[in-house]
């Protein structure tokens, strides 16, 4: 009887039904189908247990703070600022590219926002300045990723709830790989730029340097009032999310002067995005509660064992296996079916819970721009028109080299624990 369930979880999933709905359905039928219907009056419970989680309330504050910046002209001032920069070098506008989703990072926290913002805006700029459309919207698609690694990231809030971890370690244990991938994104378009003859921007284009900082402040206080916060122990990341929406309204009606239509538009997709999520948690929780009662994780632990996989073999098979996800599923199902299945048994074999959980989150972002699937992928060929194929043609050199950088943060744990446990946020 079992075998029924994941038949009719496809078919439910090609029916267009959303996913939570059909996680939820098909495990309801699982319960029957495993001879433990007894056990869905507990189910409930069960559910409320995994979504009553203070840390989880940062979420949709994060998801307000960046619907809100989206809207007040942030994009363009972070641009100027990027210009400044680095402009002058050759291929400058791809290193501006690479710098203002490093900035967007630490405002928004979406891959999804970023690409769709810099489409929009830098992405024409470099088709005029003489970059073929293909690169400059694979370099767009590429960097946006930084988005979820670079604190606040939304991604890193759901797995310390799944998992909990603790979510301020998660959030600085991301800062030197977030970095470390904007430098190797922009090595990457140095080798282009070289290869191209890329231009670089005249003296002419460039703006004005402390009017364009000056102008910048406001943006990049935002950042910086999370991380510091956060860091020297001010704000937990919840009291840093609320922090951030007023910076974020401020901001905005520095730049813009929001109307209040545009705010209660950014209420209004954030309501949309924070209930899609929480579904999506309270679907998979009644899947992992099933999981438990049919002790999943220790058949799991069995296999491993039985297959002779050390650490490392197991590491490298969690990471095939969430490569895998992550080209077909999006971030927060992928996490919420397989962390609990598969994390557990890593951290039993001695692997870090912070260090697995950038290494996971960071894994399933480079899904993002893999085909079939990819979400940034998607927006960029929506915005731009770019034929889809070719955009995933352009993006696969900067796929490997994402790649790398993952195959970096497995073999170096010490990459992504050194800032943690220099601030105290991990024990010796």
Known sequence: MIWIVPLVGALLLGSGLAIAYVIGGATVLAFFAAGQERYLAVLP???????????????????LAGEIMNRGGVTRV?????MVMVGRVRGGLGHVNVLTSVFFAGISGSAVADSAAVSNTLVPAMTEQGYKLPYAGAITAASSIIGPIVPPSIIMIFYGALMGTSVTALFIAGIVPGLLLAAALMATNSFYAWRDDHPRLTRAEIPPLLPTVLNALPALGIPLIIVGGIVLGWMTPTEAAAVAVVAATLAGMFYERLALGQMIEALRRT???SGSIFMIICAVSALGYLGALERLPEAIAGMVTEMGLGPVGYMILLNLIFLAAGMVLDIP??????????APVAIEQGADPVHLGIVLCFNLCIGLISP?????????STVTGLNYWRLARAVLPFLLVEVLVLGVLIWLPDVTLWLPRTMGLLGD
């Open 45 to 63: 419970q069960q559910i409320f247990s995994k979504i009553d989680v203070f840390a989880l309330m940062a979420m949709p504050l994060f998801i």
């Open 78 to 82: 972070l641009i100027r600022l990027a």
């Open 271 to 273: 309501a949309m995005l």
């Open 333 to 342: 199902v992928a996490l919420a079916l397989l962390v609990p299945l598969l």
């Open 372 to 380: 079939p699937l990819g979400g940034c992928l998607l927006i960029v």
